[in-house]
């Protein structure tokens, strides 16, 4: 069955550098557009960047453009978002969430929890 | 960035009633809406894609109807897990926005 998994959150100082990893199976992994959506503690859903199933493009919230890239091996099966001089108002669950081909979002994560404070 | 505004921010509702939840966006995004449900510690789930379609799995109690900037979620017979938060979310510009979500809550 379809799975993504997330790992790589934790616990950071601000302007601290913190890399998320996703582990896609289930699902022919090269050929799907990928997402990250985050939720801070009692918020709502804020969609952070996304990647093409082959690597050629890709898009970031302006909260997050400059700081976070987005990358993927459609030979391991993997996302990954490096996160860069985080800041606290980064600390949120991140999903990484599959984009279905009808086009929205219909697979995701349990998440994985950043949390940015001094 | 189109911005998307839900309503009500709660709803407190009984089980069997009606629900209808409501979605406007500020400018045209044609029919590229969707529905999620959230459950608490859970991640979202997609209902409603391209407005009015069901997801895989999603039962018949739950519509979506709407074009262009106003969209509504109905659900015709509340069953008890259907209490959740329920966000909107648009497809048809960059960035994806979602809705601040709905709160449906059991009276």
Known sequence: QVQVVESGGGVVQPGWSLRLSCAASGFTFSTYGMHWVRQ?????????????????????????????NL???????????????????????????????????????????VTVSS | ?????????TLSLSPGE???????????????????????????????????NRATGIPARFSGSGSGTDFTLTITSLEPEDFAVYYCQQRSNW??????GTKLEIK
């Open chain 1, 40 to 68: 801070a503690p009692g918020k709502g859903l804020e969609w952070v960047a996304a990647i093409w199933y082959d690597g050629s493009g890709k898009k970031y919230a302006d909260s997050v453009k400059g700081r976070f």
């Open chain 1, 71 to 113: 990358s993927r091996d459609n030979s391991e099966n993997t996302l990954s978002l490096q996160m860069n001089s985080l800041r606290v108002e980064d600390t949120a669950v991140y999903y990484c969430v599959r984009e279905g081909t009808n086009n929205w979002f219909d697979f995701w994560g349990q998440g994985t929890l």
């Open chain 2, 1 to 9: 960035e189109i911005v998307l505004t839900q309503s009500p921010a």
């Open chain 2, 18 to 52: 009606r629900a209808t939840l409501s979605c406007r966006a500020s400018q045209s995004v044609s029919s590229y809406l969707a529905w999620y449900q959230q459950k608490l510690g859970q991640a979202p789930r997609l209902l409603i894609y391209d407005a009015s």
């Open chain 2, 95 to 100: 960035p994806r926005t979602f809705g601040q």
